[in-house]
């Protein structure tokens, strides 16, 4: 079984400056959640126990999140807030390691960090920019996939044709509910994208991928792209690519992350009413 993943969180957050500045894109909340722990959330309802953080300068707050927080604790008992207590400790029995990228050179070479940690596992990559609705289970899907053909997967989802340029794009044959992938281009334009279908933020690897990464040239941006050492994998192993269900927030970027904000706001059974309350009075005066 799948037991370790790798979570790239060592990007520099451009969109989001100067928010980000000093303190990592991934720990932007979405209501009283950071980003980050919604990922590590999904991994542990698949059964994943062995986190690796990819990570940079100024991350030091994912660590902190992630670590004891014994005076804040102490507060919390002495004040009889165990509702919060237990919140703030839900991870304190996962095994979490880091490793530092030394520069941001994209996404390949930040799995490529992970070789000592994977050894000769199979494991789970998940983008934190990419938020999953938590009541479907992407991550539980591709398993399934990965354990019948052990194959590597990644998670697929159609996107318009006008926002290929954004995405890794791949092409392929749909057999019994995925895709056989024969093609993968990383943010081709429109013109010259072989379908719609965009690689969204999971990944199920094998060590595999290493080698190719490892001699890989930078290509897309002058970096080393992750998209473009799976297409070189083709020659030596079948992937498969699973269309999400479920709704996917593209917290990434301004708009997206704002819109995330509202859809899990409406979800939330203690501020909804009111927040539906407000959105109705502030487009009535529109």
Partial sequence: MIKKAVLPVAGLGTRFLPA???????????LDKPLIQYAVEEAVKVGIEEFLFITGKHKRAIEDHFDKAYELEERLKRAGKYDLLEKINCFENLNIAYIRQKEPKGLGDAILCAKPFVKDEAFVVILSDDLIDPDHSVLHEMIKIYEEKK???IALEAVPLEEVSRYGIVSGKKIDGYYIVDNLIEKPEPAHAPSNLAIIGRYILTPQI???????????????????ALKVLLDETVIY??????????????????????????KDTEISYQFVSFLKDKFSNL
């Fill in 241 to 266: 690519g699973y269309i999400i269900e479920g709704k996917r927030y593209d917290a990434g970027e301004k708009l997206g992350y704002l819109k995330t904000i509202v859809e899990f706001a409406l």
């Fill in 210 to 228: 290493f080698k190719y990464l490892d001699s890989l040239q930078p290509g897309r941006g002058g970096e080393i792209q992750l998209t473009d």
């Fill in 20 to 30: 980000t500045k000093a303190s990592p894109k991934e720990m932007l909340p979405i």
């Fill in 151 to 153: 194959a590597p997967v």
